[in-house]
């Protein structure tokens, strides 16, 4: 085995581990497979035809990524759900990581954020709404960047493929 065989190898698992970590998010999925897609590029052995992946996969991230953000962030504003609440949960998410393994980081997030909304508007059925609909925009945006991710991980794959048949 050659040493373009093991990069081609190590960036798959990376880009694997990356699209994983946007549904999990214990890895910085999207950055993760930004990063494999250059390596590959430099390291693979692909020539032309890995630099033409990259670019292109690194749009798809990047758009992800973006798209993630905004969406989340404009339906977090049309709820006008402050940055504290969403705060409080990313706290109390970290801490049910290893309070509950596998879904801790869900569980805690959402009670989290509940326990803040209930705090800042003093009315349990509010808060309750409010963070149904916070859940519900953070779900969506990390829907579109795994959506993203999954076609930067083709583009790759294709490139793998075009590299292999060269």
Do not use: Y
């Amino acid at each position: 085995m050659n040493a373009q065989t093991v990069v081609t190898i190590l960036c798959g698992l990376a880009i694997l581990a990356g699209v994983a970590g946007i549904i999990i998010p214990v890895l910085p999925g999207s950055v993760l497979i930004g990063l494999s897609l250059l390596a590959w590029a430099v390291w693979g052995g692909a020539g032309t035809a890995g630099w033409v992946v990259f670019g292109v996969g690194l749009a798809f991230v990047l758009a992800g990524m973006a798209a993630g953000a905004v969406l989340t962030g404009r339906r977090l504003r049309q709820h006008r759900i402050p940055n504290g609440s969403v705060v409080g949960g990313l706290v109390l998410g970290v801490v049910g990581m290893f309070i509950i393994p596998v879904v801790g980081l869900f569980v805690g997030f959402a009670a989290g954020l509940l326990l803040s909304e209930a705090r800042r508007t003093r009315d349990f059925k509010a808060a309750a709404a409010s963070s149904w609909a916070a859940l519900k925009a953070t779900g969506l945006g990390m829907l579109v960047e795994f959506g993203l991710a999954c076609l930067a991980a083709s583009t790759w794959l294709i490139g793998v493929w075009v590299a292999a048949a060269s």
